[in-house]
Antibody
Framework: QVQLQESGPGLVKPSQTLSLTCTVSGDSISSGSYHWNWIRQPAGKGLEWIGRVHTSGSINYNPSLKSRVTISMDTSNNQFALKLTSVTAADTAVYYC????????????WGQGTLVTVSS | QSVLTQPPSVSGAPGQRVTISCTGSSSNIGARYNVHWYQHLPGTAPKLLIYDNSNRPSGVPDRFSGSKSGTSASLAITGLQAEDEADYYCQSYDSSLSAVIFGGGTKLTVL
């Protein structure tokens, strides 16, 4: 059973870079065909897809965040990471990592989520 | 404004049937991209409820069903139970954006 766990600072100052890591256990991040996603939910709002990296290394980003987002894969530590630059209060949200089979059948495994607050 | 449009809220009494719509366009649902549905309870991670328009993952009760037609999809819940009270989201892919997209979410209230 694959499990995902987000980790990273819970507080980031405005204009700085938000960095989160998702640690995958129960399977190798580089085996098979999976999309490894980052998704967020601001308080009182809906889910917003941030981007994903495929097992093959191909990466897709939400166009609205593309200029500020970098998603990468660290196969040696079985992790994938999110970096979001120039953050503002609007980036305050619960951030989730989630895995989706490569055929695109929906994210069937999620981390518990981590709250990141942007504030000085 | 989400690319996929859902009603903000729906409600129903225990035992009743409710449906939640998800309306897209020719670049997503209408382009034959599949629709997935999630149930999201406060303080928990979203749970995949329906995948590929109408398939239930193992463990999801058959009270939940999905369908898709044209540029829209629907989630139906029969035999409504108090524990079904949650937020529900549809998800698909948009070829114009080259991006995964979510609906704005629908809050289900069990009266």
């Amino acid at each position: 059973q694959v499990q995902l766990q987000e980790s990273g600072p819970g507080l980031v100052k405005p204009s700085q870079t938000l960095s989160l890591t998702c640690t995958v256990s129960g399977d190798s991040i580089s085996s098979g065909s999976y999309h490894w996603n980052w998704i967020r939910q601001p308080a009182g709002k809906g889910l917003e897809w941030i981007g994903r990296v495929h097992t093959s290394g191909s990466i897709n980003y939400n166009p609205s965040l593309k200029s500020r987002v970098t998603i990468s894969m660290d196969t040696s530590n079985n992790q994938f990471a999110l970096k979001l630059t120039s953050v503002t209060a609007a980036d305050t949200a619960v951030y989730y990592c989630a895995s989706e089979p490569g055929r695109g059948t929906g994210s069937d495994c999620w981390g518990q989520g981590t709250l990141v607050t942007v504030s000085s | 404004q989400s690319v996929l449009t859902q009603p903000p809220s729906v409600s129903g009494a225990p035992g009743q049937r409710v449906t939640i719509s998800c309306t897209g366009s020719s670049s997503n649902i209408g382009a034959r991209y599949n629709v997935h549905w999630y149930q999201h309870l406060p303080g928990t991670a979203p749970k995949l409820l329906i995948y590929d328009n109408s398939n239930r993952p193992s463990g999801v009760p058959d009270r939940f069903s999905g369908s898709k037609s044209g540029t829209s999809a629907s989630l139906a819940i029969t035999g409504l139970q108090a524990e079904d009270e949650a937020d529900y989201y549809c998800q698909s892919y948009d070829s114009s954006l080259s991006a995964v997209i979510f609906g704005g979410g629908t809050k289900l209230t069990v009266l």
